[in-house]
């Protein structure tokens, strides 16, 4: 059975970092893209990143170019976001996915696999 579980959500003031991680089970990440999207109440799903199963190149939506940084660790199965510079509009449940390339990361049918979320609150 495939599984993606996010984790390290949590309330972080303005300015202030977080780190997610995407843990896999059931399925080897490195034949996979990752993505991190993120679903605000009363919003629509917004693609993050993604990071590539092979070169590990990366991508960035607009809004977070220069603050948001993908990696992965396929010796552990493990991908992560590190979120600096947090704002208030980052405030969202966020997920991560494995699906077939970047380059159509934040269509609405990308992804074969979906973790169930972490919350991050941006507030002071």
């Known amino acids: 059975q495939v599984q993606l579980v996010e984790s390290g959500g949590g309330l972080v003031q303005p300015g202030g970092s977080l780190r997610l991680s995407c843990a896999a089970s059931?399925?080897?990440?490195?034949?996979?893209?990752i993505g991190w999207f993120r679903q605000a109440p009363g919003k629509e799903r917004e693609g993050v990143s993604c990071?590539?199963?092979?070169?590990?190149?990366?991508r960035y939506g607009d809004s977070v170019k220069g603050r948001f940084t993908i990696s992965r660790d396929n010796a552990k199965n493990m991908v992560y976001l590190q979120m600096n510079s947090l704002k208030p509009e980052d405030t969202a449940v966020y997920y991560c996915?494995?699906?077939?390339?970047?380059?159509?990361?934040?269509?609405?049918?990308?992804?074969?696999?979906w973790g169930q979320g972490t919350q991050v609150t941006v507030s002071s």
């Open positions: 996915a494995a699906g077939g390339g970047c380059t159509y990361y934040s269509s609405n049918d990308w992804g074969d696999y």
């Open positions: 990071i590539s199963s092979r070169e590990g190149s990366t």
């Open positions: 059931g399925v080897t990440l490195d034949y996979y893209a």
